[in-house]
């Protein structure tokens, strides 16, 4: 398997969430599905409403797909739009993070339970006190603290939460045009990883200069997407720049940053979205990312690729191999 080749083809996939438990790669993506509505801004055209888990004994090797294991149904505060979802393990456990709309319409953040990585999940009956908008993704770390990070623009409505109540005003492609850009947002986890147990905080992104990203510098400020990975003892905070369909990085000494720019990992590719998490697996780190290539270009149903990633020494990112022009 070439690393341009999507590694599920009998399902549309996106959104990929990796991580190695039990020396094994597993990966959470959202499961796309036709949609008979048009494409517009505020994402509404992503009609996805279940969960599949993908596991690899080898990056190359056959995947498995061990079947849905969470469903829209099986949420009582969900009305729609299971996005991109993220997977967590700590004491004994394996936590399974999405985001969905709520009876009122809003995005919030659930959360699901269950004894292996491949599930099946039981889904919390709330969604998580204190979340809103989309894209959850968790890091734990070595000393056992874990983190939520979270926030999409525009259909995300990460941009109607300017004072901490939910603005219904600000629904729709909507975000600061000065000033400094919104950023994502991060909460200490509670040790059962289903609460908050800190306040949540922006997710500053520093210029070379050690200013906030400006609003309309939209190559290089947050739209959604956030992920975070360790190497070398720093921290690595990456995400879509949305509009512009880069996927950015920036670095910190803290999980909680502030974090400063420091590059591009990839460049726009077929398709709308941008969306990836990072990985090691038996030593070597990966991109895992979307496109459209299999759907020739419909922007709602994409597929899944993986792509080896390399770090000099100063830390800085790159391909591995130069990425092919779309």
Known sequence: MADKDPIVTHLFTADPSAHVFNDKLYIYPSHDRESNVPFNDNGDHFDMNDYHVFSMDSVGGPVTDHGIVLKQEDVPWVSKQLWAPDAAFKNGKYYLYFPARDQEGIFRVGVAVGDAPEGPFKPEPEAIEGSFSIDPATFVDEDGSAYLYFGGLWGGQLQCWPSGKFDESQIGPKEPTSGDALFAKVGKLGEDMKSFASDVQDVVILDEA???????DHDRRFFEAAWLHKYKGKYYFSYSTGDTHFLC????????????????????????TTHHSIAEFKGKWYLFYHDSSMSNGVTHLRCVKIREILYDEEGKISLAEPQPKV
């Open 210 to 216: 050690g200013k906030p990203i400006a609003a309309q």
């Open 249 to 272: 990085y920036a670095i910190s000494d803290s999980p909680l940053g502030p974090f400063t720019y420091a590059g591009r990992i990839l460049e726009p590719v077929i398709g709308w």
